[in-house]
């Protein structure tokens, strides 16, 4: 076990719905980081947060919004959902803010995410 | 922006076999951490090295960093069935706050 809370397991949802994806990382942990994995795509980094500050960005689409609160847990939203957002997003925490040297990365269990 | 690649992209061996997966950064990297996950399951931190040519090993498996810091390589000798799953190698960009770029990663499948 991890220690990082991953809700819900399984979302199915139609295209052109919005849902929130919710994480609770591990104690002691201020960095969330999410991910997006799918067969053709591997692990692709959306965004991290730091301490409530969003610190790093990859490629998220203008229809995924994230953010960080007092109490670190981190939330995922995804609207307007296409066929191609099906995937599998896992959330990651670590103690610190990376940089030069990066601490390791606690995953979830993830959220399997279908859009029909 | 950076790429991170991994070969190869699958690997099949036999139980006792050895195996290996190499990385290669597009940039130096400061520091590279490899995870493994099994099948069904989430990405699980395995090590991280951060000296140009640092070796580490985990009983059967060793682990390199290149001399310019922008390759590595994963090796485990005599692979066992639990050894399944795919390897990847993680590392960050320059001066890109704390994100970890995933290569590929191998998935090693293992026959008994």
């Known amino acids: 076990d991890s220690g990082v809370t991953q809700t819900p397991k399984h979302l199915i949802t139609a295209t052109g719905q919005r849902v929130t994806l919710r994480c609770s990382p591990r104690?002691?942990?201020?960095?969330v980081y999410w991910y997006q994995q799918s067969l053709d795509q591997g692990l692709q980094f959306l965004i991290q947060?730091?301490?409530?500050?969003?610190?790093a960005k990859g490629n998220i689409l203008e229809r995924f919004s994230a953010q960080q609160f007092p109490d670190l847990h981190s939330e995922l939203n995804l609207s307007s959902l296409e066929l191609g957002d099906s995937a599998l997003y896992f959330c990651?925490?670590?103690?610190?803010?990376?940089?030069?040297?990066?601490?390791?990365?606690?995953f979830g269990n993830g959220t399997r995410l279908t859009v029909t | 922006g950076q790429q991170v690649m991994q070969i190869p992209q699958y690997q099949h061996v036999q139980e006792g076999e050895d195996f290996t997966t190499y990385c290669n950064s597009s940039?130096?990297?400061?520091?590279i951490q490899w995870y493994k996950q099994r099948p069904g399951g989430h990405p699980v931190f395995l090590i991280q090295?951060?000296?140009?040519?640092e070796v580490k090993k985990q009983k059967r498996l060793t682990f390199q960093f290149g001399e310019a810091k922008k390759n590595s390589s994963l090796h485990i000798t005599a692979t066992q069935t639990t050894d399944v799953g795919t390897y990847f190698c993680?590392?960050?960009?320059?001066?890109?706050?704390?994100?970890?770029?995933f290569g590929q990663g191998t998935e090693l499948s293992v026959k008994p």
């Open positions: 940039t130096t990297l400061s520091n």
């Open positions: 104690s002691g942990d201020l960095s």
């Open positions: 993680a590392g960050p960009p320059f001066n890109q706050g704390g994100k970890l770029i």
């Open positions: 990651a925490s670590s103690v610190g803010a990376g940089g030069s040297y990066n601490s390791p990365l606690h």
């Open positions: 090295l951060v000296k140009s040519g």
């Open positions: 947060y730091y301490n409530g500050e969003e610190r």
